[in-house]
């Protein structure tokens, strides 16, 4: 059984950053591409940025390229995602999600709410 748990979420001015995190818990850590999907009030759940589990090479939605980076560390078992220069409009619950690869979510964690004020 796989478990997620995200953090870093909260309440930032536009322009500003935030770091989440994601601790993965159970199974084998690098079998998994890891994954942020975010749900803004109102929309479907879209993707945000993944990174492979063997080539860490990353992918990226384009309304957060150059803003967002995503990374791994697999001695840890945990996952990254660095926003910068946030816009209202990034607003929405953040998941991490392990798949068989990017842009897949086999697991969720429950999300973690990210504000951004005007």
């Known amino acids: 059984q796989v478990q997620l748990t995200e953090s870093g979420g909260g309440l930032v001015q536009a322009g500003g950053s935030l770091r989440l995190s994601c601790e993965f818990f159970?199974?084998?850590?690098?079998?998994?591409?890891m994954n942020w999907f975010r749900q803004a009030p109102g929309k479907e759940r879209e993707f945000v940025a993944g990174v492979e589990w063997r080539t860490t090479d990353t992918t990226y939605a384009n309304s957060v390229k150059g803003r967002f980076t995503i990374s791994r560390d697999n001695t840890k078992n945990m996952v990254f995602l660095q926003m910068n220069s946030l816009k209202p409009d990034d607003t929405a619950v953040y998941y991490c999600?392990?798949?068989?690869?990017?842009?897949?979510?086999?697991?969720w964690g429950r999300g973690t709410q990210v504000t951004v004020s005007a």
């Open positions: 999600a392990a798949g068989l690869r990017v842009n897949r979510g086999d697991y």
């Open positions: 159970g199974r084998t850590f690098g079998s998994y591409a």
